[in-house]
């Protein structure tokens, strides 16, 4: 059972920095694509970043430059770091997990995931 708590949300001013976390646990997947998503009020759910086993990054347009996704495997733990962070970035932050590598640019769309976290909430004012 794939287990996903994200954490390391708050209230920040424009220009500030947050950094996200995710530890996982119970899957046993040489491949998989990891990723972090958001969904700002009377939003759909969007891809922001997304890793996988073998290291590849993929970012929306929108963060690129300004997040930087990375991965501890020993301690299972997923990472957003995000700079530079602006109003429209508020939102739910989202980790989630999928067997398989990443495929380019489609897996950050979100129907690509069958695990998903709880959330953690980011504001920027």
């Known amino acids: 059972h794939v287990q996903l708590v994200e954490s390391g949300g708050g209230s920040v001013r424009a220009g500030g920095s947050l950094r996200l976390s995710c530890p996982s646990s119970?899957?046993?997947?040489?491949?998989?694509?990891m990723g972090w998503f958001r969904q700002g009020p009377g939003k759909e759910r969007e891809g922001v970043a997304v890793i996988d086993s073998d290291g590849r990054r993929i970012y929306a347009d929108s963060v690129k430059a300004r997040f930087t996704i990375s991965q501890d495997n020993a301690k299972n733990t997923l990472y957003l770091q995000m700079n530079s962070l602006k109003p429209e970035d508020t939102a739910m932050y989202y980790c989630?997990?999928?067997?398989?590598?990443?495929?380019?640019?489609?897996?950050?769309?979100?129907?690509?995931?069958?695990?998903w976290g709880q959330g953690t909430q980011v504001t920027v004012s």
């Open positions: 119970g899957f046993r997947s040489r491949k998989y694509c």
């Open positions: 989630a997990f999928s067997r398989g590598s990443c495929r380019g640019t489609p897996s950050l769309w979100r129907g690509y995931y069958a695990y």
